[in-house]
Antibody, heavy 117, light 105 residues
Framework: QVQLVQSGAEVKKPGASVKVSCKAS????????MHWVRQAPGQGLEWMGI????????SYAQKFQGRVTVTRDTSTSTLYMEVNSLRSEDTAVYYC??????????WGQGTLVTVSS | EIVLTQSPGTLSLSPGERATLSCRAS???????LAWYQQKPGQAPRLLIY???SRATGIPDRFSGSGSGTDFTLTISRLEPEDFAVYYC??????FGQGTKVEIK
């Protein structure tokens, strides 16, 4: 069965970086694009970026360009998302999700990133 | 950039009642790329509907989607206790609506 298992919660200081992982299993990792979506406390869903695990090509929401980097390791079927220059507004739950052509069909459990001095 | 506006913000209903949720796009979108998700507190979103009207695997038939162009609707025919949650529409893949909370009246 498809599973996306994310890394644990993080607490970071403003200006620091955080790298969240998402390990995929139960399917061929390189056959499906992957997304990152975040959700600030009490807020809605916000799309951040997408990666093609096969070739590694990426695309980001404009507001995250230059501050967010999505990568993958095909040898371990693991997806990564790094956010630099963290600020308090980046406090959120970060989700990875699998792309199935026109929808996101499987989601990770979420990783809470707290940015606080 | 397409903006999705969901209404109402909160829907207060009783179990057994019918829920009608709206998702309006700022410009016409392809029905093929309109999806709905359900999210319960502390959980990841769950895919309900894709292609505006196709139910995802395992989704009960009390959930249905319809619409085209700029106006889309998610209908829950008879609310079950487990259906009280927040619902999001998505214009694949970059844009989500702000959500509609379905709460127990």
């Amino acid at each position: 069965q498809v599973q996306l298992v994310q890394s644990g919660a993080e607490v970071k200081k403003p200006g620091a970086s955080v790298k969240v992982s998402c390990k995929a299993s139960g399917y061929t990792f390189t056959s499906y694009h992957m997304h990152w979506v975040r959700q600030a406390p009490g807020q809605g869903l916000e799309w951040m970026g997408i990666i093609n695990p096969s070739g590694g090509s990426t695309s980001y929401a404009q507001k995250f360009q230059g501050r967010v980097t999505v990568t993958r390791d095909t040898s371990t079927s693991t997806l990564y998302m790094e956010v630099n220059s963290l600020r308090s507004e980046d406090t959120a739950v970060y989700y990875c999700a699998r792309d199935l052509t026109n929808r996101l069909d499987y989601w990770g459990q979420g990783t809470l990133v707290t940015v606080s001095s | 950039e397409i903006v999705l506006t969901q209404s109402p913000g909160t829907l207060s209903l009783s179990p057994g009642e019918r829920a009608t949720l709206s998702c309006r796009a700022s410009q016409s979108v392809s029905s093929s790329y309109l999806a709905w998700y359900q999210q319960k507190p502390g959980q990841a979103p769950r895919l309900l509907i894709y292609g505006a009207s196709s139910r995802a695997t395992g989704i009960p038939d009390r959930f249905s989607g319809s619409g085209s162009g700029t106006d889309f609707t998610l209908t829950i025919s008879r609310l079950e206790p487990e259906d009280f949650a927040v619902y999001y529409c998505q214009q694949y893949f970059r844009t989500f609506g702000q959500g509609t909370k379905v709460e127990i009246k």
